[in-house]
């Protein structure tokens, strides 16, 4: 929970540190990538690691990615790169949408 919530109120360094110190790990290796790609805005690797994800881990991998470009395409807008938002909407979100 402590740290979650130095992750949550951006103390990451601080976060990793006490994990590296304490031996325990909160997360497992694909999860720290996953988070680490998120951050970074690699939605693209995000992506692959849903793919590369354990067929019995129970995850709707076309809702997450559809999530996962719909945020990328916001991201893209409110930065002011149309264009790009564009593209991202018509070959990564619309495909991914639920209600088709």
Not at 17 to 30: D, F, N, P, W
């Given at each position: ?15 990793d ?14 999860v ?8 970074n ?41 149309t ?18």
């Open positions: 929970l402590l740290n979650q919530s130095l992750r949550v109120l951006g103390f990451q360094d601080i976060a540190r006490l994990q590296e110190e304490s031996g325990i790990s909160l997360e497992t290796a694909v720290t990538r996953f988070r680490d790609s998120l951050s805005g690699a939605y693209d690797e995000a992506c692959k690691i849903i793919d590369s994800l354990d067929p019995n881990v129970q995850v709707d991998q076309q809702t997450a990615k559809y999530l996962l470009f719909r945020e990328k395409y916001l991201e893209l807008l409110a930065k002011g790169d264009r790009a938002a564009l593209l991202c909407l018509r070959n990564d979100v619309t495909p991914r949408s639920p209600d088709t």
